[in-house]
Each structure stands twice: as C-alpha cells, then as structure tokens.
C-alpha cells in the first residue's frame, strides 16, 4: 500500500480533507455534466415551448406563454397519434409480458442445455433499436421477406402480400419489433424475482396436493405480481418513447400509420421545424414518462420485501 | 387452497415427469429460440447470398453462392468503414469517462458522509427517466453554440451524461455489496480513500465493474437519435449510417444493407457472447433500488 505521499500542500490538504468535502469533490465531475448537459437543456426546453417559434417562417422567437400547451390539444395530428400509440403500447406490454412470463418459467426448470438457451435469448438485448426496425421490416418485406416466403410455402397465401400497406399490420410489426428486443430483459427481472421463491412454498403446497397449475397461480403469481407490473410499466415507458424501431423500419408510414407520440415529436422539431410546439410536446412526454417511472420505482421498492 | 385428489398413479405421474415434460419445455424452448435468432438468422443470410437468390419466388439459398463479398465491398467504402471507426472511438471513449466519473460518484454516494445524499440519489434516478426527445433540441443548439457539431466529442459528452446515473446506480449497487471490514483494513495499512477506492472497491466489484463497462458500451454503441442531430458527415456513428442506408434510393443491392446491418451488431452481440454472465447479473442489479 503506499504511503501518503510526503508532505507537497496540495496532496496533503487532498488527503486530509474532510469525509463530506472529499465526497462532494468525487461527485464533482458528473454534477457538472448533469448541470450542463441535462438540466440545463431541459430549463432551454421548457422555455421554448413557451415560444411560437416556426423556423420554416422566420427565425424568430414569439413569447406566447402556454399556448402551445393549449394549443397541443385541437391538434388533430397530434390528437390522431393517441389511438396509434395506445395499441402500439397496448400490444408491446401484451406481448412482452406474456412471452417473457412465459420464457422465465421455461428457464426456471432444470433441464439439460439450459444455460445455453438463456445465452441465446440475451441476443435481442444487445441488438440497436434501429438494426432492429432493419430486421422486422427484412422479415415481412413484401418481395423478400421470411415472413411471406414461410407463409406462401406453407400454402397460406397465394402471393406475397405487401403487409407494410397497411397501417394495422405496419404499427403491429412495430410493436412485434419492440416487444423483441424488450424479451430478454423482462425475462430476467422476472426470473430473477422467480429464483427469490423458497423452495419449501413449493414443498408445502406439493404436500398439500396442489398440482402445477395449482402452484403456479398460488404460488408463483402473487410473489411475482409487483415485478409483473414493472415490467408492464416499463413497456408503457418504452413505447412512449418508441422512435429508433419506427424510423428504419416504417419511417412513420403508410402515410402516418405509424407515427405514434415521440415520433410525431420528432417531424415537427426536425421535418416541420415547429420548435415551440414540438417543445411542449416534448415537455408532456417527459412529464408522463417521469411519472410512469416514480410509479414503477415505487412497486419495485415494494418488490424488495 | 383446496386438495387436489391424487387420480393420477404413481407411475403415470412419473411417466408424464420423465417424457412429456422435457418435450414441453424443449418445444417451448425451441419457439423462444426460433423468434430470438430468426430476424437476425434472415440478415445474416440476405448478407451473405446474392440478391437474386432471395428475391425469387420461393427463395433460392444456396451453399454454393456464400460469398463474404458484400461485407467487403461495405468495409471497402470509407463513408462506412469511418462510421465503424466513430462508433468504435466514441463508445470505446464513453465508456471509459462513465467508469471514472460513475466509480467517483458511486463510491461516495456508497460509502462516505455525504450532505444532502438523499438529493443525490433521487437526481440520479430522475435523471435516468429523461426521455432523449426533450433534450434533442437544446442539445442541439448547445452544441452549435459550442462549435461541437459533427465531433466525436460532442456525442461523447451527451452519452457519457446520459449513460452516468445508470453506471452510477450499478457501480453504488455493487459497491454496497462489499463488506466494510476490507476497506477499512486497506486504511489501516495506510491507504488513501482515493486509493481505497481504486485498489480495493473497484477490483473486489470486478466483475460488476465489466458488466457495467459493457452496458456503457452498449448503450453507447446502441444509440442513434442524438447521433442522427449531432452528427452530419464526419462523426456518423455506424447507427445512422445504416438508417441512411436503408432509406437511400442509390443503392441497388440489399445484401449490402444486410452486412452493414451485421457489421453494426457483432462487436456488441460477440461481447454479449463472451461476457453473458456477468451482464445479466448487472441488468438485475441496475434495477434494484
């Protein structure tokens, strides 16, 4: 170990200052990135959503207080995104929840090649959202994609059908695509919460004859009930704040079929140039997306118990 | 609860242990397999097959047209084998700068008396849930105003902030779980407390440390809306290379978006590989408040 280096002023003031001052000093570094690059820019969004600012038009700064806030809500563009999101939302939180229930009793049971197959499950994880959007739009590509060569083998369809023309089947492939990547995460905080379960619940309830359905829905289904709810809240959030998934693998289209919430957020800040009210949009999102996330901190503190 | 009789005999019971529940749990097994790889299993094949084999009706894949070529030509063009390079550069420098500032604020935020800790720790949780659309924009323009457009500096410095209350909460979690008698023995020995902190906090966490270096790293790899604002032609990262690739009317030949698309997940999938254990012990850990 070394010695405390000899007495130069600096490194001895360095080393002898007090616990609560050399803490500070430690935090230091990322106190002033925050400050900058994150309060700082949040302070600058709120003010512009307070301005009508129309760069196609002017370059200038209109003060108009919280009338992009108002205005947000006679929308119709805005007001048309709602349903998008809430099924693209709806069917992520489905899917992903239901998969990774699935998946983590799969992985929960002791069978051979186990740990491989958890191995492999990771991969999606790893996986950019926007690779992601390349992948789920190869796959139901209307004259390459699996999806359509699998079904047209199997005899199910005639010709390959352009699934992205519709705005049901696009926003779904979305949402297929998001739910994706979401699985492997979901498994493991679910899997991980499965493993707190004592082994004697299980032996208690064998005894007293409960068969695994039994088990399942007495057992296991209510020690995992505050970890379920997170991860469902997690998927709100994630579909929310969906853009990378969308933009390579749909662009917002057929049309507007898929432009949901942040995407919408995203056109008028960078293609409509709408700064003041892309703002306030984004300013909502963030308020809603704060408040979602104290919710599911609030039940993961209870998931410690 | 209530009883269930026992009707099924011993014997049957154990039949149904030893057959039909390994083939259920294998089928299962083998369907979450099968919707994991198969999206990347396809672009793995589009990258490595002439587009004409795909393109036919049914598709025609063969052996024999396996070819590198496309992979390739890809590496061979500067504006993409620059885009690896950024993408390289800057998770490699991000990932760097959130485990020092992370372990320097974790530790205290773990450890010492620290004022109004509380605080600390509820910014670093709220920071975490700013969503990166309300800061795209301000983000912007701070940058411009900064002259840092377009630099590989500019996105390191948004990822490392981003990326910080994260690494900070898995390095504090990790942190926490090391008994307090091995630092304070290191400090009998006459240890500084920087130096309790990096020759004895941070190798004793060793294995949370990676998986945290690898979730920065990832998640700076990973990102693509700040990359795709603050980056116009000489810091594209690999991301928004890709998506310009896919949306670009020039190129005639898929298989060169479907290697761009692998090049842009091996370094990131081959770490997940090699790395497993310890990351989805960090993914649990990150969640733990």
Redesign the interface.
Known sequence: ????PSPSGFWQRF?RMD??K???L??L??VI??L???A???A??FF?SLNQIELTISPDWDFVGVENYVGLLSDTRVTATIPRTLYFAGLNVVVTTL?AL??AL?LN?N?K??NW????????????????G??????FHQ??G?IN?IL??LGLINK?VVWFDDPTFALSIASFATA?KA???ST??LL?SMQGISESLFRA?KM????IF?RFR?VTLPHLRPTLI?VVVLQI?SS??A??VI??LT?GGPGQGTVVL?YL??VN??ERLS?GN??AM??L??LL??SL??LS?YI??GR?K | MSAVPYDLSYSMRQFLYDRVRPIILYALAGIFVVWTVAPVLWIATMSVQPEINYVSVPPKLSLADVSLRWYADMLAQADVAAALQNSIVIAFTTMTLCLVFGALAAYPLSRLQLPRKNWFLTISIVSRMIPSMVLIIPMFLIMRQLRLLDTHLSLIIVYTTFLLPYVIWMLKNFFDQIPYALEAAARMDGCTRLGALFRVMIPVAGPGVVATAVFAFIGAWNEFLFGLILSTRLAVPITVKLSALVSSTFHSDTSLVAATGMLAIIPVVTLVFVLNRYIVRGLVEGVKY
Request: glycine content about 4%; hydrophobic content about 55%.
């Open positions: 170990m070394t010695k405390t080393h616990e609560s050399f803490g500070l430690l935090t570094p990322t990135l925050v900058i690059f994150l700082l820019p949040i600058y969004a512009m998969m699935c998946l799969v049971e069978f090649g186990r197959i958890r191995v492999f499950i990771l991969l999606p994880w790893a996986v950019a959202p926007v690779v992601s390349v992948m789920w739009r190869y796959m004259s390459y699996l060569a047209s083998a390959y994706w699985l492997p995460f493991l905080i991980a309830s007293d004859g409960a068969n039994h007495y997170f959030i929310l704040q853009f990378d933009f390579t662009r942040n957020t995203f800040a960078f700064i892309a703002s984004s300013i999102l963030a997306i704060v996330s104290g901190i993961s503190m410690k």
